[in-house]
């Protein structure tokens, strides 16, 4: 069975740093582009970082210079390191599968997600 688990969000006062995962199981990762995914609260979902197989990363202007996307293919494992986090941030984030237009693959379902809620 295909997973994406998403874990590391929290509350957080704004200026605050949270770390983001998302373990892959059912599936191998390696080959894929991944990315994150927010959905703030009245908002469509949103792409915020992508990170392809050879490690290249695309950041969405909001995010950029305060977010870093990583893996790590021996744990099929995917981060966001999130620093000088704001109130726009907050929001529930997903990761899953990008395709080569940036946006959603399509390939999986999505996970429950993680709620990060930064606080002023």
């Known amino acids: 069975q295909v997973q994406l688990v998403e874990s590391g969000g929290g509350l957080v006062q704004a200026g605050g740093s949270l770390r983001l995962s998302c373990q892959a199981s059912?599936?191998?990762?390696?080959?894929?582009?991944m990315g994150w995914f927010r959905q703030g609260p009245g908002k469509q979902r949103e792409l915020v970082a992508r990170i392809g197989s050879g490690g290249g990363t695309v950041y969405a202007e909001s995010v950029k210079g305060r977010f870093t996307i990583s893996r790590d293919n021996a744990k099929n494992t995917v981060y966001l390191q999130m620093n000088s986090l704001n109130l726009e941030d907050s929001g529930v984030y997903y990761c899953?599968?990008?395709?080569?237009?940036?946006?959603?693959?399509?390939?999986?379902?999505w996970g429950q997600g993680t709620q990060v809620t930064v606080s002023s």
């Open positions: 059912g599936i191998i990762i390696s080959f894929d582009t």
């Open positions: 899953n599968g990008v395709a080569f237009s940036g946006t959603y693959s399509g390939t999986w379902r």
